[in-house]
């Protein structure tokens, strides 16, 4: 039994070294992280694509990127983005209602910033 406690001990403190040791090597490296749209007419949607470069060593992934509210839709590089090698988010803002806005766009990913944010601003003028 004592050999038994033993063992397990050793595996699952080497499956916590484990976990802690899997640093990510993805990194985004983006040209923007916040981009102003100015004034934009009202009922006319605008896009911007953030562009990204993988400055890591691993091939970065993007499983998820949200908005944060329902006016605001991303677009983005689906396939494993290699180290070196670019990709993008394009976000669509729905211009209906006239007034200042801000939004934030979250991504998720492999990258050693798991969670990163974008963020558009402008006003919504007549």
Known sequence: MKKFLTILSLVIAFASFSALKQD??????FEKETYDFGKIPQGKPVSY???FTNAGTEPLIITKVESSCGCTVPKYTN???KPGEQGT???TFNAAQVAPFSKSVTIRSNAKTPLKSLYIKGEVVK
């Open 49 to 51: 694509e953030f562009k």
């Open 89 to 91: 988010i394009s976000v």
């Open 24 to 29: 990510s090597n993805a990194e985004f490296k």
């Open 79 to 81: 396939a494993p983005v």
